[in-house]
């Protein structure tokens, strides 16, 4: 059975990519390649170099045939949507749109939409937040997402295509790429191990839910072989805060390198945490990964991928 991954060269997506070969389906990856990288590619999927604005795919979807599609492409950088949110929506909403049209010509089974939950929900009030509440994306990436699982809605409605959404919480684990500002994991183990500054934003206590990309990628396939259809939040229902994160790598890391601040993003907001029930009850998937753990294994893979 044919898989289709966008970005399929990425952190998340080459391991989900991974876990599809290890399964035994046939897997064709597209990514641009802008923040994937090549050597994260799985040599037994098909790999095409492509952008999921570019007409060209209808000819990808002709020839693979794909049953299922995993759209896990996306502009990622909620602080750049703020500095150039057209860019992001040409990306985010045009590029969906793209896969999601092919997915309606090429009659697609199932396409699996990785969200996200911390920018769906802002601010939220309610902690551990559920699927229900109200959305309040602040950053226009936020936006994008929630614009992409109300045209997955309507595409089923309209057309019949059966669709799951991840609204992820903040996955770190190996591979994912610390220049950028998506992983602060990422970020803060690769600046402790080369003994440079890593910078806090703000004063460091504000949560987020992180989830191990082990953890995400069993989630993910589980729910993709499950037939539930809708919306489900991927996290691990536990707050941890910048300090903490900062402090564990410090110890890991065997880093001297004292905090330093500075402002918070515009986009930033105090709290997040998933509500994991739905997971639990409707997959029977639950993290196996603490922090400690999952921090554990990330740095042991920096250490050996220097």
Not at 155 to 176: D, E, M
Not at 275 to 285: C, D, F, H, I, T
Request: net charge positive.
């Amino acid at each position: 059975m044919k898989c289709l991954v966008t970005g399929g060269a990425g952190f998340i997506s080459s391991h989900l990519v991974d876990r599809l070969i290890k399964e035994g389906y046939e897997v064709a990856v597209i990514d641009n390649l802008s923040s994937g990288r090549k050597e994260n590619l799985n040599p037994k999927a098909k790999f095409y170099k492509f952008n999921i604005c570019d007409s060209g795919i209808s000819q990808i979807f002709k020839k693979e045939k794909p049953v299922y599609v995993f759209h896990f492409a996306a502009h990622i950088e909620a602080r750049e949507s703020v500095n150039d949110p057209i860019f992001d929506a040409k990306v985010n909403i045009l590029g969906s749109l793209n896969i999601l049209d092919n997915c309606r010509k090429f009659k697609v089974k199932k396409i699996i939409f990785a969200s996200s939950g911390g920018e769906i929900y802002g601010d939220a009030k309610k902690i551990p937040t559920p699927e229900n509440y109200p959305p309040a994306p602040i950053s226009p990436y936020g936006i994008s997402k929630l614009a992409v699982e109300k045209y997955l809605d309507a595409y089923r409605r309209l057309f019949g295509i059966s669709y799951l959404v991840l609204r992820f919480g903040n996955i770190y684990g190996p591979r994912q790429n610390p220049n950028g500002e998506a992983g602060v994991m990422a970020i803060f183990i690769s600046k402790m191990l080369k003994k440079e500054q890593p910078l806090i934003h703000g004063d460091g206590k504000q949560t987020k839910d992180y989830i191990f990309i082990e953890d995400a990628i069993n989630a993910s396939f589980g729910a993709f072989k499950n037939n539930y259809e809708g919306i489900i939040n991927i996290g691990t229902g536990k707050e941890t805060n910048v300090l903490d994160i900062f402090t564990e790598i410090k110890k890991l890391t065997n880093s001297s390198v004292e905090r330093k601040h500075i402002a918070s993003p515009a986009c930033g907001f105090k709290r997040g945490c998933l509500s994991v029930r739905k997971a639990k009850n409707e997959l029977g998937w639950r993290p196996k990964f603490n922090i400690k753990n999952g921090l554990k294994k990330t740095v042991e893979w920096y250490l050996n991928n220097k």
